[in-house]
């Protein structure tokens, strides 16, 4: 299976990235199965990091010898699964359940909203799932441990501006 990343540099070489900033997925290297989605990532890195420079990068995902070698999480839409483990990961709390490899939707920044007025009370779990369900979610899949990267074999990376 190809999966993409998007960065401001070709990433040849696979990191476990610990990041101040609280992710969906927690800490790890973020890849997804869709080149649009990462080449939006590396429109925002490059803002981020005010360049122009903005590269995919590609790999070969060995998603069967990933499933029966390691521990994956994976969600297939936003349940109630997924909004408790966004949420404890964006607020930077350990996974009660070690994991290698975590799959499954984006929040993107209008689940993003959905997710903060949850956390704030404003909506209960019915209210945040339903307006989730509706929004245009994209996957993620999220190398977790260095376990989890010897099953990510970098291919190439193009170079969408610079």
């Known amino acids: 299976m190809i999966v993409y990343h998007g960065s401001n540099v070709p990433v040849e070489t696979p990191k476990i990235l610990r990041s101040e900033r609280m992710l969906d997925f927690g800490e790890g290297f973020y890849t997804t199965y869709n080149r649009e989605q ?20 590609e790999y070969e995902f060995d998603m069967q010898a990933a499933e029966q070698n390691l521990s ?13 483990f966004v949420c404890a990961n964006r607020l930077g709390k350990k996974p ?9 939707p984006v929040a993107n920044d209008m689940v ?51």
């Open 72 to 84: 994956i999480v994976r969600f297939n839409s936003p349940d109630t699964a997924w909004l408790d």
């Open 38 to 57: 990462a080449v939006r990532w590396c429109e925002r890195v490059a803002s981020r990091e005010k360049t122009t420079a903005c590269v995919i990068s």
């Open 112 to 162: 993003y909203t959905v997710i903060l007025l949850y956390e704030q009370g404003a909506y209960d779990e019915d209210e945040a799932i339903k307006r989730l369900k509706i929004q245009e979610l994209y996957n993620q899949v999220l190398f977790h441990t260095e376990r989890a990267l010897q099953y990510c074999r970098y291919i190439k990376h193009e170079e969408i501006r610079g």
């Open 96 to 104: 009660q359940t070690p994991y290698d490899i975590a799959i499954g």
